[in-house]
């Protein structure tokens, strides 16, 4: 089975257990509101434009609020069933859906009080160092800091981002590595650098 597929069913049972109206590290958005987002995301191409052109937000942002009405059972369902075949995601699932499903999977865990990271086996861990480092050179704009990603425990490491002469490195599981790229803070790393280069770090533009 595949990361992404096994990631779904992961965060499916996740949300399941926690709740619809549980908190999420995504702003202010509730677990229903992230389960219709990334329902949304899969099933409705009229929506995908509105993902990452500000122009087109305000029509994928009223279809997903339109979902998170539907029944709390059928919506975890039609998620956990994965992007239908008309989708054009559905045969990019295990490529486009990995990152996004662990994302937001920890998302929902890490919003929760007396969270800890999991345990995943080396070869997610090997999936998500790849991506890890590819989020990472999109990553930390704004910031005049070179970026180096380490892997704990194997001492690989990666330049993802050269900028400047002074450098961070981060240090961690690849697991984590990822979800700093992508902005969270709830996160178990390690940082080597002046602390005005960290903190610039941390401030900067952080995602894709």
């Given amino acids: 089975m595949s990361l992404a597929r096994s990631e779904r069913h992961a965060l499916v049972r996740t949300m399941s257990e926690v709740g619809p109206d549980a908190p999420t590290l995504c702003g202010d958005w509730s677990v229903r509101d992230l389960a219709a987002h990334l329902l949304v995301r899969e099933r409705r191409v009229d929506t995908m434009p509105g993902i ?19 029944q709390w059972a059928h919506l975890l369902a039609d998620l956990d069933s994965g992007p239908p075949k008309w989708s054009p995601l559905y045969l990019l699932d295990s490529v486009a859906n990995a990152a996004e499903m662990f994302v937001h999977h920890e998302d929902v865990r890490r919003a929760q009080p007396g969270w800890e990271p999991r345990a995943l086996s080396s070869d997610d861990q090997d999936h998500l ?54 902005g969270r803070d709830e996160v178990r790393l390690e940082t080597d650098g002046d602390e005005s280069a960290v903190s610039e770090l941390t401030s900067s533009k952080r995602g894709v």
């Fill in 52 to 70: 990452v052109v500000p122009a087109f937000a305000g029509h994928t942002e009223k279809v997903r609020r339109a979902a998170t009405d539907r």
């Fill in 129 to 182: 160092w790849r991506v890890a480092r590819m989020i990472g050179r999109n990553s930390y704009g704004g910031c005049d800091v070179t970026v180096v990603f380490e892997r704990a425990g194997t001492g690989e490491n990666a330049t993802v981002r050269k900028r400047g002469p002074r450098t961070v490195v981060l240090r961690g599981e690849p697991s984590e590595l990822l979800l700093h790229a992508f």
